[in-house]
């Protein structure tokens, strides 16, 4: 058995609406984006800052549906600031490859289109 990396789900150019330094370190995002890309609640993600070019590693806080809440809590606070722009990525392993689940929002994180 051959286990490739796949990229799983893609939320391209959610703005970032709260920064908490202080609370248990995660990412809080609006369930409805969730469900689109098939993200759960635990869930690892890549979240890459499209401003500033950091980078960092995270799991996944449901958000309250329509709100439009992108949330980075914890010491990745410190790696954004409200407004920035994030692509936040999942991955899975699969002997086979998958079809993504991907999607662009708007600048209040509402669904625009698939990608």
């Keep these: 058995m051959r286990l490739l990396t796949f990229l799983k789900s893609k939320i391209h150019h959610a703005r970032v609406t709260d920064a908490n330094v202080n609370y248990e370190g995660s990412i809080t995002i609006d369930r409805e984006l969730m469900e689109r890309v098939g993200l759960l609640p635990g869930e690892l993600v ?7 070019g ?3 590693e ?4 449901e958000g ?3 709100k439009g809440e992108i949330v980075v809590n914890g010491a990745a606070a410190h790696r954004v600031r ?3 722009r994030v692509i936040i990525v999942a991955f899975c392993l699969s002997e086979e490859p998958i079809k993504a689940r991907a999607i662009l929002v708007d600048a209040q994180n509402r669904y625009l289109h698939d990608l």
């Design 46 to 52: 890549h979240v890459w800052d499209v401003e500033n």
């Design 54 to 56: 950091e980078r960092f």
């Design 58 to 61: 995270t799991y996944v806080m």
């Design 64 to 66: 309250e549906a329509g």
């Design 82 to 84: 409200v407004g920035d």
